[in-house]
């Protein structure tokens, strides 16, 4: 799997990283970071192998790509656009002008049958 990395902290050896198939994060733990230097920064584009453990992606046996392919990929998810046109409210809002509402009643005419006015 490949992905970019999206934060990390060197001096822990931990790193969040987006992966290709746009599914969920992928969570990286270096156990020998306080013997060898942690390698990546935020926007390298990586390769690891994946492991799913309690509903978590976690990315294993990572190795560099391509150094800073993305860096600001992980600025360019946090802001949010506003639409050119907002959406459309499901609930209806009410109107100052709703009209005129005409109520029709049951009549019995002469012979006794239903009709309506």
């Not at 987006?18 to 990286?28: I, N, R, V």
């Not at 942690?38 to 309690?54: C, K, M, P, W, Y």
């Not at 190795?63 to 860096?71: D, G, H, K, T």
Request: proline share 7%; glycine share 6%.
């Amino acid at each position: 799997m490949q992905g970019v990395i999206l934060w990390c902290d060197p001096y822990k050896g931990k790193a969040v990283i987006w992966c290709e198939d746009h599914g969920q994060l992928a969570f990286y733990n270096d156990a020998n970071c306080q013997t060898i230097p942690f390698a990546f920064v935020v926007g390298d584009l990586v390769i690891f192998e994946q492991d799913q453990r309690d509903g978590l992606r976690y990315a294993l046996n990572m190795r560099l790509v391509s150094a800073q392919e993305f860096p600001t990929l992980a600025d360019q998810l946090g802001t949010v656009s506003k639409p050119k046109n907002p959406p459309v409210s499901a609930v209806p809002m009410p109107r100052e002008d709703t009209g005129h509402v005409i109520v029709y009643r049951r009549k019995k005419n002469a012979k006794g049958l239903l009709w309506r006015n």
